[in-house]
Nanobody
Framework: QVQLAESGGGLVQAGGSLRLSCVVSRSISSFSVVGWYRQAPGKQRELVAT???????NYADSVKGRFTISRDNTKNTLYLQMNSLRPEDTAVYYC?????????WGQGTRVTVSS
C-alpha cells in the first residue's frame, strides 16, 4: 500500500510564501508522475504542478513563475515552493503519484491566503 503524507499548509498573508512537503512510502523515483493538485471550496480538483519521468515539469498557467515543484529522491519527498501567494491560491493541496494504471493521493493540506 502506497501512502502519501502532506505537510506544510497553513495561513499566510497575500504575497507570502509556504513550502509544502509530501513524504511517499515507496521510492518516489518508481512513479511515472508525481505532483500537486488543489481543490478550492466549491470547485473541482485541478492540477498545480507535476514532475514526469525524466524530470520534466508541468505547471498550471495560474502558478507559473510563482510555484516551484521539486523532489528529493533520497528522502522520497516531493516539495512545492509557493511564493507570491494570492487569495485565489486558497485550497486544499493534494499530493499525487501515479505508476502505470495506479494512482495514489494524500489526505491533503489546507492553504489559506488572506488578503
Amino acid at each position: 500500500q502506497v501512502q502519501l503524507a502532506e505537510s506544510g499548509g497553513g495561513l499566510v498573508q497575500a504575497g507570502g510564501s509556504l513550502r509544502l512537503s509530501c513524504v511517499v512510502s515507496r521510492s518516489i523515483s518508481s512513479f511515472s508522475v508525481v505532483g500537486w493538485y488543489r481543490q478550492a471550496p466549491g470547485k473541482q480538483r485541478e492540477l498545480v504542478a507535476t514532475i514526469i519521468t525524466g524530470d520534466s515539469t508541468n505547471y498550471a498557467d495560474s502558478v507559473k513563475g510563482r510555484f516551484t515543484i521539486s523532489r528529493d529522491n533520497t528522502k522520497n519527498t516531493l516539495y512545492l515552493q509557493m511564493n507570491s501567494l494570492r487569495p485565489e491560491d486558497t485550497a486544499v493541496y493534494y499530493c499525487h503519484a501515479r505508476r502505470m494504471i495506479n494512482a495514489y493521493w494524500g489526505q491533503g493540506t489546507r492553504v489559506t491566503v488572506s488578503s
